[in-house]
């Protein structure tokens, strides 16, 4: 075999090498015969300006899960998280993201759109709406009459006026004011009022007769626990 023979033989075989080589798992061609499954856990949340919301699911691919990008660009989040690789294949992945709402969020509902990709490029997208009307802090009262611990002595049935200051930051929901022995019960709904305050006020009626009576004030949101009680 002649040097020139020889040199052309040693080149291919160094190509031939350094093609095989080169030929990683990073070449693989992916055939994806479907889209990924994605299921979100809420596709609304209600939420608030300079709060922290979580957007939760579970994604499934049998290809496995290549990445998932959430996008809202008037939030300027634009992320992508990667998921598998060619060597490490994930298939079931619980989705659980944790997004700091900008304080100047406007009063409307804003879509974060949430997309899933395959290792075959397939993808299926969601959008979650966020909702800045949140309700995170409890309704107050103050109660202007009667005083805690008013004593009577009446002969015959004495009214007693009630009034009680309510407030709420987002809006006003269910009252409940109650006494088991004067079988006293009255309840107002402010839902659908738009009213973050209001007075209530009524009479109650005590007997002529001696008895220690609690009456109750209470928010339904919690029933088991007495918002306040007033004892005469």
Request: hydrophobic share 40%; charged share 20%.
């Amino acid at each position: 075999m002649t040097t020139k023979a020889i040199n052309w033989t040693i080149i291919v075989i160094l190509l031939f090498g350094l093609g095989t080589w080169g030929c990683d798992d990073d070449d693989k061609v992916w055939v994806a015969d479907s889209d990924p499954e994605l299921s979100l856990t809420a596709e609304e949340i209600h939420s608030d300006q300079g709060r922290t919301i979580q957007i939760k699911g579970n994604i499934k691919d049998e290809l496995g899960i290549k990445s998932i990008h959430l996008n809202i660009d008037e939030w300027f989040l634009d992320r992508e998280i990667l998921i598998s690789s060619s060597d490490s294949l994930v298939k079931d992945y619980p989705l659980d993201y944790a997004f700091l709402v900008p304080e100047d969020a406007e009063e409307k509902g804003h879509i974060i759109k949430v997309t899933v990709y395959n290792m075959g490029n397939r993808s299926v997208s969601q959008n979650v709406t966020i909702y800045m009307d949140g309700d995170f802090d409890g309704p107050t009262m103050t109660i202007n009459s009667p005083v805690n611990g008013l004593t009577q002595a009446p002969d015959e049935e004495i009214p007693v006026d009630l009034s009680v200051d309510l407030s709420d930051a987002r809006q006003l929901g269910y009252f409940i004011v109650e006494e088991a022995s004067l079988e006293f019960r009255d309840s107002i709904s402010y839902m659908g009022s738009g009213l973050t305050a209001a007075n209530y006020s009524n009479t109650v009626m005590l007997p002529a007769t001696v008895l220690n009576t609690t009456l109750t004030l209470w928010w339904p949101t919690v029933p088991a626990t007495p918002s306040a009680a007033v004892g005469w």
